[in-house]
């Protein structure tokens, strides 16, 4: 190809990205969980407990992650590092506790990122989750099976 042809399609797809950043917004305004995140989207990681992970991203969603199980030294040592090959960051990755001195630690996987708005990552860092009153729920019929039908077999 000539040089004329790799300017051209640099500057298509350099016209394509206002394109990407609306699709970004849509991203953010879903809050249901997802599977993964745009690594060119998180701005830090902050390290709740051994348990949880929050990475703050840009814009005003952070994202949780809530791993499967303990991941001991991890909050003791506050560091971790994560690597993946595409430009997310996902479910199926794993951490890496970076322990004194960068050395590498045990490794735990991620789990779906649950987003959060600033209020509750705000809360979530001082470690008062924000409480929920839980949502009324109808009583339940009682049916008495002792009872015969009115209703006659056909």
Known sequence: MTKQTYTLILLASLLNLPAADSSMADEVADNSPRNCITLRRIKSTRIVNDLNILFLTSGKTAYLNVLTEQCEGLSRYGQLQYRTT??????????????????????????????????????????????????????????????ESDESPD
């Open 86 to 147: 595409a430009s997310s960051l996902c479910n199926l990755d794993t951490i890496q506790i970076l322990t004194p001195g960068g050395f590498s630690g045990r490794s735990c996987p991620l789990r779906v990122f649950h987003p959060v708005n600033q209020k509750d990552a705000l809360a979530i860092l001082e470690g008062r989750p924000e409480q929920r009153e839980p949502e009324a729920m109808p009583p339940a019929e009682v049916e008495d099976m002792n009872e």
